[in-house]
């Protein structure tokens, strides 16, 4: 019985961990399928931290926060969306230079309105998503097996949480079952195919990039104001690279994206937890081979040794109309 | 023509009396960043408190990538700083490449004591001694017998911390189970609160009620958890105890504040090519009593503390140094 609480303590872990992960890898996923990289989730999702946890301080209701940071976020994509769709940029340069803006900007600002350097004020009360029990969820934790499941694993988190998991029958239904869906998919693949039927490709992109802003300003609200109680400088700490990992990993496909971003964060729980490793296959595992795991089965991935990941066609690739 | 050589003339009068005045001092900031409330800061409050004395300005730069190090030293050392105060074990390598071509610049480092170096004072911290205490502390007021330790970047500093923790809690319940983890191998190790929080909860699960952060940033995030489960947290570097109130048990300190305002009120005359080491008896290292935590912690509790550090002072008891063998007695990592 034990174990088995272990066990749920430790996909309890999984769940938050992921839960950062799997928003920002479907963000990606939106931006690329759309044939436009973005190794700008990082940023985003920076940016969107600080400024749901700076709105959520200042004006006491973490709603407004989550709507000021997905709207830092936006506006971060829209950035990306100028100058890599309308301008023809690098997107790949685009990407960086809003991973740095965003890092910058966000210590600058909290310098200038907390002085507290480059944090946010600890959250209280209705400035943090608190973790919600689902009905049932204390009458139910008795039963053996089901209970403590249900109680411990199911219920109990914040409401961002099961938004971030019906995301994703929500992303397979658009982009596989809607008119929709198949034109962004398709604008990835070849936009000069969109355009010839008549329909906007720098309109499909910028719809795919403002998905991935808002998705991507959730997952920073998350961090900031759910997970933890205040903004902390470079507080997203490579989480929308492993993300971009993941999105590689899962092929660019919604529910792939799900258990990727599930193992990922089991990875992480795992990292926490070396005496549960330890006694489960009775050897000492350093917990950095968890961390860097992510990015070794992502470049095995890459290799072709499983299967093999092929990016969107047209991805990375400004649409030229006529030269 | 004359206007000219006026603007000539003031140039040189400026240039003469700006080498007359005092050289500026300069300090550099590690990644943590100016304000991480714990190492950084405690070096700018000792900066601030040198400048608020003397009336003094000091040239400052808070780094923000490993390669940074050399270029800003550099770049003080050429505009005239002296003392460059510098702070982290890391600034070793890029001291040791920069000093030598500055012979009459003088440094000064905090938590580094290995270099051989005429013209850099290294000053480091009997953390092992301070972190003694407050595992003390820590193993007198758990009731479940599990305490916890979450070190920041997996380096022998943060061991050292450990392993002074570990041996304060064995010392008071040779049974206490000791439960370490270190948050990671990257220098973003020190600014990850959500990792921090992660942990914190995987100790709880294992039974620990107090913790203890020594991990920057992060400890933000460890802090924040313990006090939102309920169990008590032990601060680091600076007094933490405010965070939380009536929450954390105890802050480690680590006067890093004295080192800095010490290496500044010397200036030029700082002396160097020696090794510092400032611990108990020199008030280097401590645990933080305050209002915060005048609930938490018992008479018991002080008197213990005050005899153990009146004995590791005197040499009765033996705090053994991580570095001493690169492994602890106490704790296994």
């Not at chain 1, 990992?245 to 990292?271: H, Q």
């Not at chain 2, 489960?229 to 032990?234: H, N, Q, T, Y």
Request: with cysteine; glycine share 10%; net charge negative.
């Amino acid at each position: 019985m034990d174990a088995y609480l272990t066990l749920i303590q430790l996909l309890d872990s999984t769940v938050r961990l992921a839960t950062p992960l799997l928003l920002a890898c479907l963000a990606g996923l939106y931006s690329e399928r759309a044939g436009i990289f973005d190794i700008g989730l990082e940023g985003k999702m920076l940016a969107a931290a600080f400024f749901s946890a700076a709105v959520a301080s200042l004006t006491g209701s973490v709603w407004v926060g989550l709507a000021a940071g997905i709207g830092a976020s936006l506006a971060l994509s829209a950035l990306h969306g100028v100058a890599s769709i309308t301008f023809r940029g690098n997107q790949l340069i685009s990407g960086v230079a809003i991973n740095f803006l965003a890092a910058g900007m966000t210590v600058l600002i909290a310098q200038d309105w907390f002085r507290q350097g480059g944090r946010t004020p600890s959250l209280m009360g209705g400035a943090r998503f608190e973790g919600i029990t689902l009905p049932l969820a204390d009458t139910l934790e008795p039963v053996p097996i089901i209970g403590p499941l249900y109680a411990e694993l199911i219920s109990g988190h914040s409401v961002l949480v099961y938004l971030a998991f019906a995301t994703v029958p929500f992303t397979w239904w658009l982009l596989f079952r809607t008119r929709f869906g198949l034109r962004l998919r398709a604008v990835g693949e070849n936009p000069a195919a969109v355009d010839t039927a008549g329909v906007s490709v720098v309109g499909l992109r910028y719809a795919a990039v403002a998905i991935c802003g808002v998705l991507c300003g959730i997952a920073g609200a998350y961090l900031s104001t759910a997970l933890q109680a205040g903004f902390v400088k470079d507080m997203s700490a490579g989480r929308g690279f492993i993300a971009l990992a993941a999105l590689i990993f899962a092929k660019w496909r919604p529910w792939y994206a799900l258990w990727a971003t599930l193992l990922f964060g089991l990875f992480g729980a795992l990292e926490t937890r070396p005496d549960v490793i330890e006694a489960a296959i009775g050897l000492k595992v350093q917990g950095q081979l968890l961390g860097a795991l992510p990015y070794l089965m992502t470049v095995i991935i890459l290799a072709g040794f499983v299967g093999k990941a092929i990016p969107p066609r047209a991805g990375g690739e400004p649409y030229v109309k006529e030269r | 023509m004359t206007f000219m050589s006026k603007m000539l003339g003031a140039a040189a009068a400026a240039a003469l009396s700006a080498g007359a005045a005092l050289a500026e001092p300069a300090l550099i900031f590690d990644l943590g960043g100016k304000f991480d409330k714990s190492f950084n800061e405690a070096a700018f409050n000792g900066a601030q408190r040198w400048a608020e004395e003397t009336g003094g300005t000091f040239l400052e730069i808070e780094l923000q990538s490993e390669a940074q190090r050399e270029q800003a030293l550099r770049r003080f050392a050429e505009a005239g700083a002296n003392p460059i105060v510098t702070m982290g074990f890391a600034m070793a390598d890029p001291l040791s490449s920069v000093a030598p071509d500055y012979p009459d610049t003088k440094f000064a480092v905090v938590d580094v004591n290995w270099l051989d170096l005429p013209n850099v004072r290294q000053v480091s911290f009997a953390e092992h001694e301070g972190s003694y205490l407050a595992g003390m502390m820590a193993a007198m007021a758990t009731k479940t017998g599990t305490v916890g330790f979450v070190g920041g970047m997996d380096v022998p500093l943060i061991r050292h911390f450990g392993c002074g923790y570990a041996q304060g809690v064995k010392a008071v319940n040779p049974d206490a189970k000791i439960v370490a983890n270190m948050t990671g191998t990257t220098p973003a190790a020190w600014n990850d609160p959500v990792k921090g929080s992660e942990i914190t909860k995987a100790q709880i699960s294992q039974g620990a009620d107090v913790v203890y952060a020594a991990a920057g940033g992060t400890g933000v995030g460890v802090l924040q958890t313990a006090a939102d489960e309920g169990i008590l947290s032990i601060g680091v570097d600076s007094n933490q105890n405010y965070l939380h109130p009536g929450q954390v048990l105890t802050s480690m300190l680590k006067r890093v504040d004295v080192a800095v305002y010490e290496a500044m009120k010397a200036g030029e005359d700082l002396e160097t090519g020696t090794v510092v080491t400032l611990g108990l008896a020199e008030d280097g290292v401590g645990v933080a009593m305050d209002e915060y935590n005048a609930d938490l912690v018992t008479d018991e509790m002080k008197a213990a503390v005050a005899e153990a550090r009146q004995k590791i002072i005197d040499g009765e008891i033996e705090v053994v140094s991580y570095y001493a063998n690169d492994s602890c007695p106490a704790l296994s990592f």
